[in-house]
C-alpha cells in the first residue's frame, strides 16, 4: 500500500514539474524574443539618428523620442514578464 501512493506521489509531482518546466520554457522564449525585437527596434533609431539630415534641435528631438520609445517598450515588456 505504501508503495502505490508512493508511485502516485511521485508520479504527481513529476507531472507538476514537467507542467512548471513548460511554463518557463515559454515564458523564455518571449522573453528572448522581446529582447531580439527591441534591440532591433534600437539599431534602427540609432541608423535614423546617424543620418539625421535635420537641424541639430530636429535631430535632438528626434533621439529623444526614440529614447522615449525604447524606455516604454522595456518598461511594458518588464511588466508582461513579472505578470507571468
Do not use: P, W, Y
Not at 513548460?22 to 535614423?48: D, G, L, P
Not at 535632438?60 to 511594458?76: D, P, V
Amino acid at each position: 500500500m505504501k508503495n502505490i501512493i508512493l508511485t502516485v506521489a511521485l508520479g504527481v509531482s513529476i507531472l507538476l514539474v514537467a507542467s512548471c518546466g513548460e511554463e518557463s520554457t515559454t515564458e523564455n522564449i518571449q522573453v528572448k524574443s522581446n529582447k531580439v525585437q527591441r534591440t532591433a527596434t534600437e539599431t534602427v533609431h540609432r541608423i535614423e539618428e546617424a543620418v539625421c539630415t535635420g537641424t541639430e534641435a530636429e535631430c535632438l528631438a528626434k533621439k529623444a523620442k526614440n529614447r522615449a520609445q525604447e524606455t516604454a517598450e522595456f518598461i511594458k515588456d518588464k511588466a508582461e514578464e513579472l505578470n507571468n
